[in-house]
Structure formats: C-alpha cells, structure tokens
C-alpha cells in the first residue's frame, strides 16, 4: 500500500508562478523525501527533510513538514519550463543497520504531475 | 562519480526471452535497490541487497532474480516474463538510509 497521498494530481502553471504540491502519510516517519521524474525516467532526489524539522530550503524549493498532521509540502518558486515532471513525496523506513551502513525502503506517494507553460 | 549506471535503457524481450538488466555505482555506497514502476503509478520496492547480501525480497515472483557480483553491480535476471511485467525498472543505492537515495535513469522494459 502507498504511504502518502499527493494533491494536486496534476498541476498546470505559466513560467514564473509558484507551484505547490501537497502530501499526506499515514504513519510516523523518521524523513520524508521529494523527488523529480522527468517523462518517466528516473528519479533525482530534491530534498529531505527529518521528523525533527519543520521547514528547509534548496535554492527556489521550500519544503515544509507537520508531523501532527502527518503532511509536508514542496514550493517551487518562479518556475521555469525545465520544472516540468512529476514529483514524489516519499518516507523513508529504516530496515537495518549493519556495519554501519542502514539501509531503508522508500514507500512513494501517487505523485504530482507539474506543467509549466512558458 | 555521483551517478548510477543502467544498461539497456530500452528493452523488448518475449515471454521465452532470458534477459538481465544491469545497474553500476561508483559511489561506495554499501546498499542497492531495485524498484518496479508500473506507467503512471509511483515506484514500489522489489529488492534490497547490503554488503552484497540480498537483505529484502518483497515477495517478487521467481521469474527475477537478482545477483549482486560485488559493491558496485546489481544485476536483474529476467526469464519467462509476463506481458504485465512491463514497466519501468529503477535501480538505487545509497550509503546512509537518513540521507536519500541516488537512482539511475531506469530500463523500459516491453514483454511482448
């Protein structure tokens, strides 16, 4: 089963605007993660951010993180054309800890389909 | 070298086929993943390897197998897929799970 849910599912702006994607998680997290698609090739990691943080940046991102609501969202600011993609939220849960290197599974939300018109 | 590798970036394979899909990282990261991702739906976990060890087995049919030569290979072995198997597959790595994943750009896998 998927861990978050993303609203919008698709959104559509003109080159300049704001962009802002919502997830919802079900259960605690220890970080939550954003990243890009790009025509269904793979993933880049944006940004991550820990349970004990409530906002970071990364040059024109700003994520946001409610744990009492079990939410984070991502801004993109001033978009650009290039910003076009689908985006993810995803947790990320610790499985082990060997040796000093853990490893995790990421559970994905459905995503967020951004258009951005020039 | 922050990248990792997979090759082919297209495949087209028939039911009888036995193909591989293969996934290279130079980064020292200590664990690989690959993920599954079926058109407009989000990545799902299938296999987790750490230390060359196969660690998490999301009870993916037998028809793959995975094989994890050494640190810096993950290999997909395919045989006697299924049409529904097309997707496209996703490998990662990472060194400290706390601290994201890097993935490669994925094969797009056709099984006709």
């Known amino acids: 089963s998927q861990q978050g849910e993303e609203d919008p599912q698709a959104l559509s702006i003109q080159e300049g605007e704001n962009a802002t994607m919502n997830c919802s998680y079900k259960t605690s997290i220890n970080n939550l993660q954003w990243y890009r698609q790009n025509s269904g090739r793979g993933l880049v990691h944006l940004i991550l951010i820990r349970s004990n943080e409530r906002e970071k940046h990364s040059g024109r991102l700003r994520v946001t993180l409610d744990t009492s609501k079990k939410s984070s969202s991502l801004l993109i600011t001033a978009s650009r054309a290039a910003d076009t993609a689908s985006y993810f939220c995803?947790?990320?849960?610790?499985?082990?800890?060997?040796?000093?290197?853990?490893?995790?599974?990421?559970?994905f939300g459905q995503g967020t389909i951004l258009t951005v018109h020039p | 070298d922050t990248e990792v590798t997979q090759t082919p970036k297209h495949l087209v394979m028939g039911m009888t086929n036995k193909k591989s899909l293969k996934c290279e990282q130079h980064?020292?990261?200590?664990?690989m993943y690959w993920y599954k991702q079926k058109a407009k739906k989000p990545p799902e976990l299938m296999f987790v390897y750490s230390y060359e060890k196969l660690s998490i087995n999301e009870s993916v049919p037998s028809r793959f197998s995975p094989e994890c030569p050494n640190s810096s290979l993950l290999n997909l072995h395919l045989h006697a897929l299924q049409p529904e198997d097309s997707a496209l597959y996703l490998c990662?790595?990472?060194?400290?799970?706390?601290?994201?994943?890097?993935f490669g750009s994925g094969t797009r896998l056709t099984v006709v």
């Open positions: 980064m020292g990261h200590r664990a």
């Open positions: 995803a947790t990320d849960s610790a499985l082990a800890n060997a040796g000093g290197t853990s490893y995790g599974k990421l559970t």
């Open positions: 990662a790595s990472s060194q400290v799970w706390d601290y994201g994943y890097t």
